[in-house]
């Protein structure tokens, strides 16, 4: 399968409104999600930060990741920003260009946080949440899986 096939497919999603496509052959597996109104998939939030990472992911809206609290504590939990897609992640546009956001760097759920080169594809991967970087988990251009955290926010 090529590039140009992939599109095709990316194309019949959004004519469709299909939020997900799979397809297996002998040597071969691709996997395509979308989110809400054609954007990656929703912010991803896992309840058991630090622990071993669970066998399935649980997808949950920026607003209700924002409302859970965790045991204890006063503030809002940190929200993870997970990768929607197997590739290569890339803090910057280019190598030459600086970083999309630092530590600190405050966000808002069309912030564009990362790239990630899936197939030749540079996908812009966006915060959606709103709130302050806290963590950078990754290192530039280095793989990242489906579901792997890539930054931590603080919600504001």
């Known amino acids: 399968m ?13 004519k ?11 040597d071969f597996k691709i996997r395509l999600r979308r989110g809400p109104n054609g954007g990656p998939p929703p912010l991803q ?11 399935t992911v649980a997808m949950v809206s920026p607003a209700a ?11 809002p939990a940190e929200l993870e920003i997970k990768s929607p897609m197997i590739g290569t992640f890339y803090r910057a546009p280019s190598p030459e260009s ?8 405050e966000v808002n ?10 197939m030749k594809v540079m996908n812009e991967i966006k915060a959606e949440a709103k709130g302050v970087v806290t963590q950078i988990l990754v290192e530039n251009a280095k793989p990242v899986e489906f579901g792997q955290p890539l930054f931590k926010i603080r919600p504001n």
Not at 45 to 55: K, L, T, V
Not at 65 to 75: D, F, I, K, N, V
């Open 109 to 118: 759920p069309e912030s564009v946080v990362c790239i990630i080169e899936a």
């Open 65 to 75: 990741a924002t409302a859970a609290l965790p045991p204890g504590s006063g503030g």
């Open 2 to 14: 090529d590039l140009k096939d992939i599109k095709a497919i990316i194309d019949l999603m959004k």
């Open 16 to 26: 469709n409104s299909i939020s997900e496509f799979e397809l297996e052959r002998q």
């Open 98 to 105: 600086a970083p999309y956001i630092e530590l600190g760097s």
């Open 45 to 55: 939030y896992d309840e058991m930060a630090g622990s071993a990472a669970p066998s």
